[in-house]
């Protein structure tokens, strides 16, 4: 049985790793990627993370198709929308609910929080915060979060607006922790808080996948070790999900000197944020590629 940790000071409880549904939107299989939910669910994966921007809405439709038959009551579901006005952020949820077939989310992360404008449009009169507050008045949603990759200052900004966010997602990963830094500069501040921290990007959105300094599993490890509530990896595959389950099973936290030698490892990527192009260019930017999603009713 994996162990579950804690979501902050809230009273639920998380898988250690979460399933991504970025990937989910990629299959061309869609019983091999319900199967593929499934044993994730019954191994002990609880978390599961999706957006409205992912794949047109595919990877929600594939979500809401796995879920299906008992499956939603097992998993912690998690959404996440990009819209910035309080009319777009209804309206994006109401889609994302349907879509998933539910009739509530666990917990909605506001995404792509990468602007320094961005907190004041969220928390202007008629901003996206005031329809996530009062979605969960209705029972819509349980939790309240945001997401970001782009500036630890920009999270700052966020939690520094007055109001009592239960989760926070940002990229934790080797790199990370040698440039601009989330977790040597948000991950403190959640902690002493009592605010979830979900983690994102373990393999630096693939930078690390791909090279030979790190395996996949010294990375998942070196995120496992952190105070995290759960860290977001993407589940492809049976393997992706073999090799994440292999991790969970055999994990035990990193040593200071087995951290400082994986740092050492890839401290030519890190350098500048050369293998962290989500912090240094808009690549990995939806919003920024599509800014009608931060006022997009449908």
Known sequence: MIPLRPLGSTQEHLSPLGMGGYALGLSREPRETCRMIHAAIEEGITFMEVAWDYHQGESERMMGEALRGGY?????????????????????????LKRLRVENLDLLLLNEIIRPEDPMR????????????????????????FSGHKDPAIHLKMLDMGFEFDAVQMPLNLLDAQFSSFEKQVLPLLVERGIGVLGMKPLAGGTLATGRAVTIADCLRYVLTLPTSTVVTEIASMADLALALKVLEDFVPLEPDEADFFMRKTADLAKE??????????????????PDWLTALS
């Open 72 to 96: 939603r009551d097992k998993v912690f579901l998690t959404g996440k929308i990009d819209g910035q006005t309080r009319r777009a952020a209804i309206s994006q949820l109401d889609q994302s």
């Open 122 to 145: 969220i928390f202007a009169p008629d901003g996206a915060l005031e329809a996530l507050v009062e979605a969960k008045r209705a029972g819509k949603i349980r939790f309240i979060g």
């Open 273 to 290: 944020g050369r293998g962290e192009t989500y912090k240094t260019t808009s690549a990995h930017d939806g919003t920024v590629q599509n």
